[in-house]
């Protein structure tokens, strides 16, 4: 057993995996960028109050899985790591002045979150989110727009049976009749509530509807749907925000028992999943608009919508379907050595031509020829470029590994040859 390991619920994303998720990272960033989107970061840590206020108090998320960090002294401000990225670019959003650009603002970011949930395949500690915020579009075509893009990300990712599910949570002028009428029908179940639920019960009865506890699901099937409650101008957009999908052609259902986890929520809210697993808290990812969260977290009334598509569901779901896992590419070329001793020369040509801007490696083991050869191949390596008696007049052996073929090349002609043929086998 090793002395060390990662904490509990994190993992190492070892360099194959690490390649899957440097994949999905280039498919989020071209389309990000074809759809007109800036990247930003924002710090891993903020304020607790930005999380307490921007996702509300009484949600999983803050009350039980928010990772506080310790204050360093009595007067220190009290910090916690993000548990999403969301709060943290309203934040910044309103911060420095974001709110004075020409709006919409587009933002998005890719990055690790903080929950302490209880871990389990596909739900960790620490986890990768890829985010889009459009801030300051009441929509709704832009709420189209933004699932749209989720699902295309999944499409070029290669995910399969993806499933979009949304729905309207209303908003500040209907939702608190709808409430109303939540807590009436949960108080003629209250004995079969979980002690935890019926806490909540007075203080964010939503949040019954999206517990995790089973005996909720038979209690929540039967609630009454905010869809039922709709104020006018929330129906009317809603309406237009599926007619919007229709005509994007992606394919959607609406499911009237999803509210979301986090309090920002207002109007659209949505959720991806792999078709069968709806039931399993494992959405691939999820957003909706937060048309109240500027203002709360201090900023002039602003509407806003995004999501975030989590990456370490999307990679172990590319698996279970059968994917490879991403190539990694070998050198171009190793530099091998008839002398065994002398390694200054190997690192000396394989460094110029790096400085070139090519892939080599060196192998600076101590070892036969034959050797590095050998772990040449094994690297995927296309040539070898050997050292020998020929350096003396300047000149070195180019072997190609794949076609078994060798030839002599001048030093200096060296980097040119093996720019040519990388260009030739990529091409080619
Ligand atoms: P969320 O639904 O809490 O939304 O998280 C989004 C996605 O992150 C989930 O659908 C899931 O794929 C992934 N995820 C969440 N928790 C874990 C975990 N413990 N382990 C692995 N993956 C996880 C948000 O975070 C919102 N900020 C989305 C949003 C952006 N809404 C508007 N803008």
Redesign the pocket.
Known sequence: MPTFRAPRGTRDLLPDERAGFDRLIRIASSLTQRYGYRPIETPLFEQTAVFERGIGEVTD?VEKELFRIAPRTEESESWALRP???AGIVRAYVQPGMQTLPQPVKLTTIGPMF?Y?RPQA???RQ?W?F?V?AIGDPGPAVDAEIVELGHRFYVEAGVEGVEVLVNSIGDGVCRPAYLASLVDYYRTHVDALPPTERERLERNALRLLDSKDPVMTGLNADAPRITDHLCEPCAAHFESAKAHLEALGVPFRVEPGLV???DYYTRTAF?FYVAGREGQQQ??????R?DGLVELLGGKPTPG??????L??VALVLAEQGHPPAAVDGPLAVVAGADPDDTVERLRVATDLRAAGLRVRADLGRRKLGRQLEAAGKDGAHFAVILGDELADGHVQLRDLLAGTQRVVALADLARDLARAEQHHKHG
């Open positions: 998320v999403e990225p969301t929950r949930d596909g739900r960790y986890f989110q985010d915020e979301r986890g986090l959720e959405a691939l990812g999820g957003g909706g937060y919508i995004g999501f975030g598509l989590g370490d569901r």
